[in-house]
């Protein structure tokens, strides 16, 4: 599915990925064989691939995330452009060392999972019965993942397009809304994940800015792959 860009976190966090493994990349210039200047090259790589919708970005931009956490001076600091440590000196026979914890990378990590959601747009979807349910003899459906919502302030809801409706209630449901029950990211060829299974009457109330969430009835739970 071809999506429009858009000024939003989705797009705008893989960018500072990519501008600051430049500029990190530019300072190496001097020491090209490096571990920071690989981190580097992992960040702008995880960028390209984020916006071509390979699924391997994320595991990139997650390495490039993780691996600025520790600095261990002098021998050890992979921070991207910007940190903000706070650690302690260790004193040994060979030398003094500072440990320390950046704080920076750990911001990312809540921009990681709204990353994850976004990546999820364009996947098809499996959906299968989790226990005896009000829906009767629907399943299995599949679908279309092509938006992430917010509900009531809950972010990473997944809008799925159903490639066949079914009748509920006696309205016809094109639509669901899906999160996880353990509020994880669904994760690609993952199998048995539950999954909240919301009803979408009217597609134009999902888009508008955090709707009610009331509006669109929790059933029950199901199964689901991607």
């Not at 508008?208 to 059933?219: G, L, R, V």
Request: proline share 3%.
């Amino acid at each position: 599915m071809k999506q429009k860009f858009t000024i939003s976190t989705e797009t705008i966090f893989p960018l500072v990925v990519g501008a600051f493994s430049v500029i990190n990349l530019t300072t190496q210039h001097e020491n090209i064989i490096s571990f920071s200047a690989l981190l580097s090259i992992i960040g702008i790589l995880g960028t390209i691939l984020y916006f071509t919708k390979q699924s391997v970005s994320i595991i990139l931009i997650y390495i490039w995330v993780i691996a600025q956490i520790i600095i261990i001076e002098p021998i050890w600091n992979l921070s991207q452009v910007f940190n903000f440590n706070f650690g302690f000196n260790l004193g040994t026979a060979k030398g003094t060392y500072g440990i320390n914890l950046n704080f920076i990378p750990l911001l990312y990590l809540g921009f990681l999972k709204i990353l994850e959601a976004n990546n999820l747009i364009g996947k098809k979807i499996v959906f299968k019965e989790f226990r005896e349910n009000e829906f009767g003899d629907i399943f299995p459906l599949t679908g279309l993942i092509s938006k992430r919502v917010t509900l009531a302030n809950e972010k990473n809801w997944l809008l799925v397009n159903l490639d066949s409706s079914f009748i509920y209630d006696n309205i016809e449901i094109q639509n669901v809304l899906i999160r996880r029950k353990d509020e994880k990211v669904i994760k690609l060829k993952a199998n048995n994940q539950i999954v909240f299974f919301r009803l979408v009457y009217n597609e134009n109330g999902v888009g508008n800015n955090n709707p009610d969430i009331n509006k669109f009835p929790f059933i029950d739970w199901v199964l689901c792959e991607c």
